[in-house]
């Protein structure tokens, strides 16, 4: 028991230096990306140290994976600098053994972590995004033919979208039961607030009228309008969703007969989120306890980002390009980390070999 509290004191130290180091340089570089847009509209100081503030769950979440990795390279490669990992040996617990309990203790913080990171920074960030696009005045859509979207027997083409609340040039092609086109309807703004949306200046042509009638409306108060659900799936980050969100999501989209795969593709992302960290310090293991152990730190922390880097890219562009071949999304977010567990337990056996072996 005394060397599993002195591992876990030791990994969580370097983990604790690394992700306040590497949080701190995302935050510096967040505020001064922001500084290009000071005094646009009503975007002033106050407003961009709001939006950093706001988004600093997700800067700690995105380097979390990072601060694991770099952590345990700087914090256990200066115990094996020191060779405390062989004292450990002569107590009777093998290199095996130490790397079981590092990395169970990993995974179960990482699964604490991430299941209350996944309650604070969609929020935050949802917050966050929304002062600076009200602020700018910005559109969250930048397609010059706008988004579609399919709700039932309507397909809706929005021109431009500002927030779920506030979307600018709605148009909506209704069809009837024998998918038949029986209107289509035209409203320059539509505002949600109070629970209803709050639509400007509509102008609806029933098509199957003969002739064909117009009506127009310079305001109506409706509680049925679009689904914001719909407008979030287009337009949220996967950061700003929780994976209650996104199974929602992935439940309307098939409620609807439209295509889901992006959604489970999130939504295994996030499942996988602590397994993919502690590949990662699996990935690390090797230059641990290897014939690297000896190495200093800096030599550790430059290897660490070279693995973190390559995990990076590797995860990002392989689960869209099998979205792209058509692959079963689970399989898309399994593929990358069973290829890591494979390279990791082959580079662990022959770095072992010359090392404390």
């Not at 617990?93 to 604070?120: E, G, H, L, P, R």
């Not at 200046?201 to 309008?225: A, G, H, L």
Request: aromatic share 14%; net charge positive; charged share 20%.
């Amino acid at each position: 028991m005394i060397i599993y509290i002195y591992l876990l004191k030791r990994f969580l130290l370097g983990v604790f230096v690394s992700i306040t180091v590497l949080v701190s340089i995302e935050i510096f570089f967040s505020f001064t990306a922001e500084l290009k847009y000071l005094n646009h509209g009503n975007y002033d100081m106050l407003t961009i140290i709001k939006y950093t503030v706001l988004n600093l769950p997700k800067s700690i979440e995105i380097m979390y994976p990072y601060a694991i990795l770099i952590g345990s390279m700087l914090s256990l490669g200066a115990m094996a600098s020191d060779h405390e990992f062989i004292a450990m040996q002569a107590a009777g617990i093998s290199v095996m053994k130490v790397m079981s309990i590092v990395i169970v203790q990993a995974f179960i913080i990482s699964c604490i972590f991430y299941i209350i990171s996944d309650s604070i920074v969609p929020e935050y960030s949802s917050q966050a995004e929304q002062k600076k696009n009200i602020a700018l005045n910005k559109k969250i859509v930048f397609n010059k033919n706008g988004i579609w979207l399919k709700d039932k027997k309507s397909f809706i083409k929005i021109d431009e979208v500002y927030s779920d609340k506030n979307l600018k040039g709605i148009t909506l092609y209704k069809y009837d039961s024998n998918n038949k086109l029986f209107s289509i309807t035209y409203i320059k703004d539509a505002t949600y607030k109070d629970k209803s949306w709050h639509l400007y200046e509509i102008n609806e042509t029933f098509v199957q009228n003969n002739p064909v009638k117009k009506d127009y409306n310079k305001y109506i108060k409706s509680r049925e309008f679009i689904d914001r659900k719909l407008i979030n799936i287009k337009t949220q980050k996967s950061t700003n969703l929780s994976l209650l969100n996104v199974i929602q999501n992935i439940q309307y989209l098939d409620t609807n007969g439209l295509d889901n795969s992006i959604q489970k593709k999130i939504f295994w992302e996030k499942i996988f989120k602590p397994i993919s960290t502690v590949i990662m310090l699996f990935l690390s293991m090797p230059f641990i306890f290897g014939r690297h152990r000896t190495t200093n730190a800096s030599k550790r922390l430059i290897l660490g980002l070279f693995i973190g880097i390559g995990f990076f890219i590797t995860t990002s562009i392989l689960p869209n390009l099998g979205i792209v071949f058509g692959i079963i999304p689970f399989l898309n977010v399994l593929l990358p980390n069973i290829i890591f567990i494979i390279l990791g337990r082959y580079l662990l056996d022959y770095h072992l070999e010359a090392g404390l072996r």
